[in-house]
């Protein structure tokens, strides 16, 4: 089945560093991300989760050794070029910290946790710290000191610029956390739907008589086995009224049932909050 794509991180030309290699890396990453989180939208198998979770995290540390590369060919030693390095590592070790918490909880949680953690580092990382570098890797072939590319960089990156990158991540910020409690509620209504999918399968295919009535002890609905067992079909029952049960060994047995079904039970939004009891007759013999 193909997944429909929720993008928590769609990609804006304010993340390009002008180095086309890096860029179409973090595509590539961002691309991984969004499928991550539409798995965990769409409520896809563990499984499939950990694969595509399997995959990103291969593809990322894939990335910073091809980034780090293009660094080191121009920043070789640099301190720029050391802390760069400690923000990747630093990076997958929390990566592999939230992993590691699919031991204490549900891995929908720690995908969730996961997937809240790289759009934030990501979109933070790449606006402020990959183009801040890219900005230097530029400017050196056209005969800057390091020294003059690094201020250079530095100048482009503060007044307007941080400005912007501040706009940028309060906005990427609040769309990963809808994103994420979109999600949420998704899966939650997945799980209400599956479970009442299979109440309604037990209820049509138990061999137990089942009817739900309501504060006036009229039918609302019965199961096959109802009709099996007393010979009435839910038009036919819900005219004549439950007192017609009252005949015949079978039909005793359902109203006896139904009178002594237990404590009332409020019914959802289907049936405009009217109280029912629901009986559970035994077949005899
Ligand atoms: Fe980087």
């Known amino acids: 089945m193909n997944t429909p794509t929720i993008?928590?991180?769609?990609?804006?030309?304010?993340?390009?560093?002008?180095?086309?290699?890096?860029?179409?890396?973090?595509?590539?990453?961002?691309g991984l991300l969004n499928q991550l989180v539409s798995h965990l939208a769409f409520q896809s198998d563990a499984p499939t989760l950990n694969a595509i979770f399997a995959q990103l995290a291969d593809y990322a540390v894939h990335h910073f050794a091809s980034e780090e590369a293009v660094w080191h060919e121009y920043l070789a030693d640099d301190s720029w070029e050391t802390w760069h390095k400690h923000a990747h590592v630093s990076f997958v070790d929390e990566v592999v910290r939230l992993k590691a918490e699919e031991n204490n909880k549900p891995l929908d949680d720690v995908i969730e946790d996961i997937v809240s953690f790289l759009t934030r580092w990501l979109a933070f990382h790449i606006l402020e710290s990959d183009r801040r570098l890219a900005k230097v890797v530029l400017a050196l072939p056209y005969g800057m000191s390091l020294e003059q590319a690094k201020e250079t960089a530095n100048n482009e990156m503060s007044g307007a610029t941080k400005v912007l990158i501040d706009t940028v991540m309060k906005m990427y910020d609040s769309l990963a956390n809808r994103?994420?409690?979109?999600?949420?509620?998704?899966?939650?209504r997945r799980l209400a739907e599956q479970e009442l999918q299979m109440a309604n399968l037990v209820y049509q295919n138990s061999s137990e008589a089942m009817a739900v009535i309501d504060e006036e002890n009229r039918i609302i609905a019965i199961n096959p086995a109802?009709?099996?067992?007393?010979?009435?079909?839910?038009?036919?029952?819900?005219?004549?009224?439950?007192?017609?049960?009252?005949?015949g060994d079978s039909g005793s047995a359902v109203l006896q049932a139904l009178q002594d079904a237990p404590m009332p039970w409020a019914t959802g939004a289907g049936t405009s909050g009217c109280v029912t009891r629901t009986a559970w007759i035994m077949p005899s013999g």
């Open 7 to 30: 993008e928590i991180f769609p990609w804006n030309e304010n993340f390009a560093t002008g180095i086309a290699s890096i860029d179409e890396e973090h595509r590539i990453l961002i």
């Open 226 to 247: 109802f009709t099996q067992m007393t010979g009435y079909g839910l038009e036919e029952i819900k005219r004549l009224g439950l007192e017609s049960l009252g005949t």
């Open 179 to 188: 994103t994420v409690q979109l999600t949420r509620e998704m899966n939650r």
